[in-house]
């Protein structure tokens, strides 16, 4: 098979969660157990920072991937879904897996995998461990796909465990109260193995720390001794944040800057932040200088795409794979602290979502171009205008995201704002 025969068989054979939702889910580690011993089990051979939690764990692994490689560590990155490309979910100081290697592997372990009929994660998961051992990576970082107890990164040798925060998404399978999605989450706490907890969130840290006592893990909560001050956005077509971050109350980054400016990031950055302290407290050798250029450079060293991504100006276009309550909020509470004379919504959600918990946290006072992404588990656009019209917003229909996009340009003033969101799905189509 050639790249496109090769990437069509792992699309078209294997049940993919994030194209087809429930079926593809597995709710046990078996699969992924006898991949890795068929592949001579190298999950054990390389040392990980493994990181879940409902939001923002994606742009951790990025920030940490990046301070890393620039620190000179050959760093490998697993991160999901991809944008465009399959390749963008393995990659080794930010280069993609190539993919004659993706070739090789699908080539050499087809038929014993299809024994065991594993998911689409599942064969990507064993596909990134085994490239990541082939090229004795110094560290790789890890992120979860869904949950943690039962994901299939779940079996990796980890120096450090990091869950981001606790929301509501996926509760058909992580449960529908927070402590039981914090249960889940709390599933990749390792025995000795330090824990990072990224927010102070009262309702659930009981739960982590019975788990991490029981582990008898040191559970270290980020934003107890990590702070950032003096937060400001630079002007321009390519704007940063700009902080100081205290730790401890004492000064310890003068004027970081990143070019991830949603105002939620603030919170990933002191996660960031706290996961190279204990990386350097394990013996690697990162200074402030890598630090900051790690964090100034992430989406030049990893790819980084999709979060509060500025398209265009006039009108000012802001893409973000916002997909859960929590992150609509803080999408919305950003969007009010903006000027622009009318906001326009393009958005596309997937099946499984509560959408009327979402629907309802949005402006009254903007026009929405409803869509469906260009997967099967897609909600229909016209579902969705059902519901948008029930929550009293002005919306219309389209039958796909371009559709919506070219719309929502046509309308849209130079004084305007256009967001982009509900789905990395709608996001990955305009990119």
Not at 147 to 155: E, F, H, M, Y
């Amino acid at each position: 098979m050639n790249y496109q025969q090769t990437i069509d068989y792992l699309f078209s054979q294997l049940p993919m969660f994030h194209r087809v939702g429930a079926s593809a889910y597995k709710a046990n580690l078996d699969n992924t157990i006898e991949i890795c011993r068929i592949l001579g089990s190298p999950e054990k051979k390389i040392k990980c920072v493994h990181i879940a939690g409902t939001n923002g764990k994606g742009s951790v692994s990025h920030m940490v991937a990046s301070v890393l490689h620039t620190a000179g560590y050959k760093t490998g990155l697993y991160t999901s879904p991809h944008m465009k490309d399959f390749r963008e979910r393995i990659r080794i100081n930010g280069k993609k897996i190539p993919k004659s290697n993706v070739i090789a592997f699908v080539s050499t372990y087809r038929k014993s995998f299809e024994a065991i009929q594993p998911s689409f994660f599942e064969y990507t998961f064993g596909m990134a461990v085994k490239y990541f051992a082939d090229e004795r990576v110094d560290i790789a970082v890890i992120e979860t796909g869904m949950g943690g107890r039962l994901d299939s990164t779940n079996v990796v040798n980890s120096i450090v465990s990091v869950i981001t925060n606790i929301g509501l998404d996926h509760t058909q399978f992580l449960g529908e109260a927070p402590e039981q999605i914090a249960f889940e989450k709390a599933g990749i706490i390792k025995h000795s193995v330090p824990v990072i907890i990224g927010q102070t969130q009262d309702d659930v840290l009981p739960v982590f720390r019975k788990k991490a006592q029981a582990n008898d893990a040191e559970l270290i909560i980020a934003d107890k001794f990590f702070k950032a001050v003096n937060a400001r956005k630079t002007d321009g077509i390519h704007p940063l944040y700009q902080m100081d971050i205290l730790r401890d109350g004492k000064l310890y980054l003068e004027n970081l800057k990143c070019p991830l400016t949603g105002n939620y990031q603030i919170k990933n950055i002191v996660t960031s932040l706290q996961v190279v302290e204990v990386l350097k407290m394990n013996g690697y050798s990162i200074g402030s200088s890598h630090t900051h250029q790690g964090i100034r450079n992430v989406k030049k060293n990893t790819g980084f795409k999709g979060r509060w991504q500025i398209l265009g100006k006039s009108p000012l276009i802001i893409c973000d794979t916002c997909h859960n309550v929590d992150g609509i909020k803080e999408v919305v509470a950003q969007l009010n602290e903006m000027q622009f004379k009318n906001l326009h919504f393009v958005l596309g959600f997937v099946k499984d979502k509560k959408i009327e918990s979402i629907l309802k946290l949005l402006p009254k006072d903007a026009v929405y171009y409803f869509c469906k992404a260009n997967i099967p588990r897609g909600l229909d656009q016209n579902e969705l205008l059902t519901s948008g019209k029930r929550f009293g917003l002005y919306c219309k229909s389209y039958k796909t995201v371009n559709d919506a996009f070219t719309a929502s340009k046509k309308e849209a003033g130079k004084d305007d704002l256009i967001f982009i969101g509900g789905s990395t799905f709608v996001v990955a189509e305009v990119l």
